[in-house]
């Protein structure tokens, strides 16, 4: 990952999880990932599957647009 947007990014996936106050293990098992797996997303060092932001949207009602601005794009 790459500058401060994608830093920002993933501040507020983390803002999202603590506001809904679950730890990084709960948040993973509600979205049925290993934590560290997830710990890797949220920390910027994973991109995360498309399945994967779906199920974080629809688990946890976050608009779709909170889900974009977090997604980072994949570079091919």
Excluded: C
Excluded at 62 to 71: A, E, G, R, S
């Amino acid at each position: 990952m790459k500058g401060g947007d994608d830093v920002a990014k993933r501040i507020k996936m983390k803002q999202w999880r603590v506001g809904l106050d679950m730890s990084q293990e709960q948040m993973a098992d509600s979205l049925g990932v290993s934590r560290s797996m997830y710990a890797a997303i949220e920390n910027g060092q994973r991109y995360g599957t498309l399945p994967f932001w779906k199920n974080l949207e629809v688990t946890h009602n976050v608009p779709k647009q909170d889900v974009y601005d977090m997604m980072t794009e994949i570079e091919f």
